[in-house]
C-alpha cells in the first residue's frame, strides 16, 4: 500500500525557514509527481508547487516564487518543501501530495492527486 | 488563471437526504480535468471523483460526478453519517503544472 510520511510538527520564528519531509513508501517514487498543498486553520487548500523527482523538474505558485523550494532525494524516495521568510500568516498544515504526470517535450503535466500524505502542521509564532 | 468558485459555501442536509454541490469555472476546464475530493476535520483530503465523473477506487457508488466545460457537479444520492464534509473541487492537466482549487462545500447535519 502506497503511503507518504510526512515529518513531525515544527514551530518557527517570523523570518526563520520551515523544511518538511515527506518520505513514500510502495510504489515508484519517480514514476509520479509530488506537490505541496497547504492549509490555513480554517481555510481551504492552496497549491504551493510540485516536483517531477524523474525530472527533478519543480514548478512554484506564482504566489510562492522565491520563497519555496521543492526537491527530492531519490535514493531515499522523500521530498521536500523549504519554505524561508516565514511570516505569521505562515501558519498551517502543509500536505505533500502525488499525482501521475505526463509530458510532451518540455510541457509537464500533473494529474489528479491519488495518495496524500498525512499533513504537517507548522505554526509561526514569535 | 482559472478561478473555481463553489456553491453553496454551506448545505444543511439530514441523514438520506440528496447533497447537490456546484463548482463552477471561470473558464473551460481542459479535457475536463477536475476532480473532487473530501476533508474530514483532522484529516488529508480523499479523492472521490476524476476527470468529472469517474469514481476514483473505493469509493461508493452513491458519489457521482457530471458536468463539463465551466459547470460540475458533485452528487451525493442519500447522505450516509460519514459523508458529512467538507468537499473541495480541484482543476488539474495544465501546463505549465499547477492546481486550482474551488473554496469548498461544508455539507453539515440539518
Known amino acids: 500500500q502506497v503511503q507518504l510520511v510526512q515529518s513531525g510538527a515544527e514551530v518557527k520564528k517570523p523570518g526563520s525557514s520551515v523544511k518538511v519531509s515527506c518520505k513514500a513508501s510502495?510504489?515508484?517514487?519517480?514514476?509520479?509527481?509530488i506537490s505541496w498543498v497547504r492549509q490555513a486553520p480554517g481555510q481551504g487548500l492552496e497549491w504551493m508547487g510540485g516536483?517531477?523527482?524523474?525530472?527533478?523538474?519543480?514548478n512554484y505558485a506564482q504566489k510562492f516564487q522565491g520563497r519555496v523550494t521543492i526537491t527530492t532525494d531519490e535514493s531515499t524516495s522523500t521530498a521536500y518543501m523549504e519554505l524561508s521568510s516565514l511570516r505569521f500568516d505562515d501558519t498551517a498544515v502543509y500536505f505533500c501530495?502525488?499525482?501521475?504526470?505526463?509530458?510532451?517535450?518540455?510541457?509537464?503535466?500533473?494529474?489528479?492527486?491519488?495518495?496524500w500524505g498525512q499533513g504537517t502542521k507548522v505554526t509561526v509564532s514569535s | 488563471e482559472i478561478v473555481l468558485t463553489q456553491s453553496p459555501g454551506t448545505l444543511s442536509l439530514s441523514p438520506g437526504e440528496r447533497a447537490t454541490l456546484s463548482c463552477r469555472a471561470s473558464?473551460?476546464?481542459?479535457?475536463?480535468?477536475l476532480a473532487w475530493y473530501q476533508q474530514k476535520p483532522g484529516q488529508a483530503p480523499r479523492l472521490l471523483i476524476f476527470?468529472?465523473?469517474s469514481r476514483a477506487t473505493g469509493i461508493p457508488d452513491r458519489f457521482s460526478g457530471s458536468g463539463s466545460g465551466t459547470d460540475f457537479t458533485l452528487t451525493i444520492s442519500r447522505l450516509e453519517p460519514e459523508d458529512f464534509a467538507v468537499y473541495y473541487c480541484q482543476q488539474y492537466g495544465t501546463s505549465p503544472p499547477r492546481y486550482t482549487f474551488g473554496q469548498g462545500t461544508k455539507v453539515e447535519v440539518k
Open positions: 516536483i517531477i523527482p524523474f525530472f527533478d523538474t519543480a
Open positions: 476527470a468529472a465523473s
Open positions: 501530495a502525488r499525482a501521475l504526470f505526463s509530458y510532451v517535450g518540455v510541457q509537464y503535466y500533473y494529474y489528479f492527486v491519488d495518495v
Open positions: 510502495g510504489g515508484t517514487f519517480s514514476s509520479y509527481a
Open positions: 473558464q473551460s476546464v481542459t479535457d475536463d480535468y
